[in-house]
Nanobody
Framework: QVQLVESGGGLVQAGGSLRLSCAAS????????MGWFRQAPGKEREFVAG????????YYGDSVKGRFTMSRDNAKNTVYLQMNSLKPEDTAVYYC??????????WGQGTQVTVSS
């Protein structure tokens, strides 16, 4: 069982940056693939980024490639999402998730990111 708590969301102007954090409970955090997803009002949930248990080779959704960077610190049971060059269309609730290659089983409560134009 893993519990996830996101933080770092807020209001930022277009072109600005934010860093989201996701703190996980549980001693087996390092075994999980971790992901970030987002959901804007009236839209389906969208994959943003994922990272393997080792932290190598993070992968990204097409809409954020080159702007967002995902990382993890297994010693701190935390994953991060550095978001640069933010656009109004990045506005959404961002969720952290834990799972495996078969899918994500555990989800956080989400943190709101709002990008003003």
């Amino acid at each position: 069982q893993v519990q996830l708590v996101e933080s770092g969301g807020g209001l930022v102007q277009a072109g600005g940056s934010l860093r989201l954090s996701c703190a996980a409970s549980g001693r087996t955090f390092s075994r999980y693939t971790m992901g970030w997803f987002r959901q804007a009002p009236g839209k389906e949930r969208e994959f943003v980024a994922g990272i393997s248990w080792s932290g190598g080779n993070p992968y990204y959704g097409d809409s954020v490639k080159g702007r967002f960077t995902m990382s993890r610190d297994n010693a701190k049971n935390t994953v991060y999402l550095q978001m640069n060059s933010l656009k109004p269309e990045d506005t959404a609730v961002y969720y952290c998730a834990a799972g495996s290659s078969a899918g994500f089983d555990y989800w956080g409560q989400g943190t709101q990111v709002t990008v003003s134009s």
